[in-house]
C-alpha cells in the first residue's frame, strides 16, 4: 500500500460546513495528488503538490484547497461543502522520477457524503 | 498525452488467460504505457509499464506492438480477485513536454469479469 494512509474512510456531513481530509505517507515521497472519482466521470486531479508548501491545481480544484506543512501529510480541505462535492475522494503518491517512473500509489480512498 | 481507446468490457474464465486489448494509435515515441486496475471500492493499482518492449512482472505481461499503436496487457492465469476495471494510460515522460509532475488521465477502462 506504499504507506498511504486516508482519513477519515468515510465522513457525512451538511452543505456549507468546511471538511478536510488527510493524506499521510511514510516514504518520504516528494510528489502528492488528490483526485476524486465520480460515476462516468472516472478519476479526475483536484491538486497536486510537488513538496512542501508547493501545490498547485488540476483539472477540477474549484472549492478546494489544500496544504502541505510537512512532507508527509497532503491535507484537502472543502472549504464549504456542497452536495456536489460528494465523492470518493483519493490520495496518491508518486514512486519515483525520471523518464517512464511515473508509478502512482494510491490510498485506500474517503467516502465523502455531503447533505 | 495520446488518447487510448478499451472496449467496455470482458469476460474471462478462472484460471485462463485475460488479454486485455488497448488502441492508441495516436502515440508520440516519448509516450509510455501504463497499465493500472482498480478493484471494486478500492484505489487504483499499478500494474505495469513500458515504453516499445515487452515488459513482465509478477503480476502481468506487456505487450506492445512494433509501431506501438496498440498494446495488450495479459494476466496469464486469472482468478476471481482479478475481477476489476482496468485502466490503460499513455503519458509522456517527464521533462519531455508531457503534463507537469506526472498527472495520469484515466479514461472509462475495461470491466473484466473472471467467471468461476
Same mark, same amino acid.
Given at each position: 500500500?506504499?504507506?498511504?494512509?486516508?482519513? /477519515?474512510?468515510?465522513?457525512?456531513? +451538511?452543505?456549507?460546513? /468546511?471538511?478536510?481530509?488527510?493524506?499521510?505517507?511514510? +516514504?518520504? *515521497?516528494?510528489?502528492?495528488?488528490?483526485?476524486?472519482?465520480? /460515476?462516468?466521470?472516472?478519476?479526475?486531479?483536484? *491538486?497536486?503538490?510537488?513538496?512542501?508548501?508547493?501545490?498547485?491545481?488540476?483539472?477540477?480544484?474549484?472549492?478546494?484547497?489544500?496544504?502541505?506543512?510537512?512532507?508527509?501529510?497532503?491535507?484537502?480541505?472543502?472549504?464549504?461543502?456542497?452536495?456536489?462535492?460528494?465523492?470518493?475522494?483519493?490520495?496518491?503518491?508518486?514512486?519515483?522520477?525520471?523518464?517512464?517512473?511515473?508509478?502512482?500509489?494510491?490510498?485506500?480512498?474517503?467516502?465523502?457524503?455531503?447533505? | 498525452?495520446?488518447?487510448?481507446?478499451?472496449?467496455?468490457?470482458?469476460?474471462?474464465? %478462472?484460471?485462463?488467460?485475460?488479454?486485455?486489448?488497448?488502441?492508441?494509435?495516436?502515440?508520440?515515441?516519448? %509516450?509510455?504505457? =501504463?497499465?493500472?486496475?482498480?478493484?471494486?471500492?478500492?484505489?487504483?493499482?499499478?500494474?505495469?509499464?513500458?515504453?516499445?518492449?515487452?515488459?513482465?512482472? %509478477?503480476?502481468?505481461?506487456?505487450?506492445?506492438? %512494433?509501431?506501438?499503436?496498440?498494446?495488450?496487457?495479459?494476466?496469464?492465469?486469472?482468478?476471481?480477485?482479478?475481477?476489476?476495471? =482496468? =485502466?490503460?494510460?499513455?503519458?509522456?515522460?517527464?521533462?519531455? &513536454? &508531457?503534463?507537469? =509532475? &506526472?498527472?495520469?488521465?484515466?479514461?472509462? &477502462?475495461?470491466?473484466?469479469?473472471?467467471?468461476?
Amino acid at each position: 500500500d506504499a504507506g498511504i494512509t486516508q482519513s /477519515p474512510r468515510h465522513k457525512v456531513t +451538511e452543505t456549507g460546513t /468546511p471538511v478536510t481530509l488527510r493524506c499521510h505517507q511514510t +516514504e518520504n *515521497h516528494r510528489y502528492m495528488y488528490w483526485y476524486r472519482q465520480d /460515476p462516468g466521470h472516472g478519476l479526475r486531479l483536484i *491538486h497536486y503538490s510537488y513538496g512542501v508548501k508547493d501545490t498547485d491545481k488540476g483539472e477540477v480544484s474549484d472549492g478546494y484547497s489544500v496544504s502541505r506543512s510537512k512532507t508527509e501529510d497532503f491535507l484537502l480541505t472543502l472549504e464549504s461543502a456542497t452536495s456536489s462535492q460528494t465523492s470518493v475522494y483519493f490520495c496518491a503518491i508518486r514512486s519515483g522520477s525520471g523518464s517512464g517512473k511515473n508509478i502512482q500509489y494510491f490510498g485506500a480512498g474517503t467516502r465523502l457524503s455531503v447533505l | 498525452d495520446a488518447k487510448t481507446t478499451q472496449p467496455t468490457s470482458m469476460d474471462c474464465a %478462472e484460471g485462463r488467460a485475460a488479454n486485455l486489448p488497448c488502441n492508441h494509435s495516436t502515440i508520440s515515441g516519448n %509516450e509510455y504505457v =501504463y497499465w493500472y486496475r482498480q478493484i471494486h471500492s478500492q484505489g487504483p493499482q499499478y500494474i505495469i509499464h513500458g515504453l516499445k518492449n515487452n515488459e513482465t512482472n %509478477e503480476m502481468a505481461s506487456l505487450i506492445i506492438t %512494433e509501431d506501438r499503436k496498440s498494446s495488450t496487457l495479459i494476466l496469464p492465469h486469472a482468478t476471481l480477485r482479478d475481477t476489476a476495471v =482496468y =485502466y490503460c494510460i499513455v503519458r509522456k515522460a517527464d521533462g519531455a &513536454g &508531457g503534463t507537469s =509532475y &506526472g498527472k495520469l488521465t484515466f479514461g472509462q &477502462g475495461t470491466i473484466l469479469t473472471v467467471h468461476p
